[in-house]
């Protein structure tokens, strides 16, 4: 993809040869001792604290890996990710990334896929479906960032790849990293061998404080500016509540069965996070879901400096209640039982789930989180468009909507408009 194709263009002329590999096959002069499993080359594609981290954890989950290869669209951050990872003393022997694999710019991506065995997509999301395409394309395993889309087209994009990632068993592990929690585990499982009954209400809260911002240089073109905010740009995160808030918005779907919602209405806006520096995004929501059964899901985020914080489900049913959070005995039950807590084995979950996918591979029984992973983007993004427009939004409208959220043009010097702040009763739904 040329800086100035259009994603839309892109995946729908992309041809690459589909591989079919029903495991990584590697060339005879592959330099591995007798008896030892054969090196797993890594990209990293989106050198960001996230992908930073992500590369630290793919190298401690298995023996004989190689951070291969890196990409970004900024030099600077790749130099930064690549020092810093250089630092950690029990990964910075399996750095192997020389200047010829370090690639810089829109078109990056492809030279990291070309190399490797395995790649991690942590770009903005707006770039996930044109990665993970290509990705799969070329049968390489992929860890995919949460969330995998910015709009329905993308969402789509994804299901359909995932499902050619199934038919060339490849792995597709996502970062939708509670999942791959031990205690979160345990406590959905009791849920749905029915100790609180009967799911009726759900609640998610995802309430923090504000996050970076990088104030815009002179030099700077429109693109380089939302680039290196693109946080605050829905073409290029979702909007927060999608780049975040899909977290807890997916635990309670796995609550749920990874049954979703038919229809949402919501709020949202800005009160706080108001100058221009800050795009044209929003600093809260608040969405209310409803299941095919009757069951209600209040969905509601805020992002504004010294506010309380509160990143938490809670489960409510015809037995009992369920709290679920990541803090100290967090994951409580109220039962007419009795009440429980998790005093299971802890874990660390963001290594778990690359420990689970480097395993997978060597085992040859991949992973595929591709269906939960983009329905629940789509969960999110039905609550962006029902507190944008105001309406109310039903799962099929979500997931058949035409707004394709991509520019016209991956280019650096074109002109690129902040879009005007989402004003419920004036924005359409598309």
Known sequence: ???????????????????????????????????????????????????????????????????????????????????????????????????????????????????????????????????????????????????????????????????????????????????????????????????????????????????????????????????????????LSGDFNVEQHVHFLDVCAWVMGNQYPVRAVGLGGRQVRTEPEYGHIYDHFSIVYEFADGAKFFSNCRQQQGCVSDMSAHVAGSKGVAHISEKNKGLVMKTDAGDWVYSGKENQMYQTEHDELFASIRQGKPINNGPYMANSTLLAIMGRMAAYTGQAITWEMAMNSQEDLTPPKYDWDVPLAVPPVARPGVTKFV
């Open 1 to 235: 993809m040329t800086p100035q194709t259009s994603r839309r263009e892109f995946l729908g002329t992309s041809s690459a040869a589909a591989i079919g590999l029903a495991a990584l096959t590697f060339p005879k002069n592959s330099a591995h001792a007798a008896g030892e499993e054969p090196t797993l080359k890594v990209g990293l594609i989106g050198c960001g604290a996230r992908g930073t981290d992500a590369a630290r954890q793919a190298l401690r989950a298995d023996k004989n890996v190689k951070l291969w290869a890196m990409a970004d669209a900024f030099s600077d951050r790749l130099e930064v990710s690549r020092n810093s990872l250089g630092k950690i003393e029990d990964v910075a022997t399996k750095i192997d990334v020389p200047p010829e694999r370090r690639f810089v710019g829109f078109n990056a991506y492809q030279d990291v896929i070309a190399c490797c065995d395995v790649v991690l997509l942590t770009t903005p999301p707006q770039f996930r479906p044109l990665h993970l395409q290509a990705a799969v394309d070329a049968g390489k395993h992929v860890f995919a960032e949460k969330p995998c889309a910015v709009d329905a087209p993308g969402v789509r994009k994804v299901l359909q790849i995932c499902k050619e990632a199934e038919q060339k068993k490849l792995s597709i592990v996502s970062g939708l990293c509670l999942r791959y929690d031990y205690g979160f585990q345990e406590i959905v499982k009791r849920v749905h061998d029915g100790e609180i009954g009967k799911v009726h209400t759900l609640q998610a809260n995802d309430y923090r404080g504000g996050i970076w911002v990088k104030p815009r240089l002179p030099e700077w073109t429109d693109m380089t500016w939302q680039m290196r905010n693109w946080y605050y740009f829905t073409w």
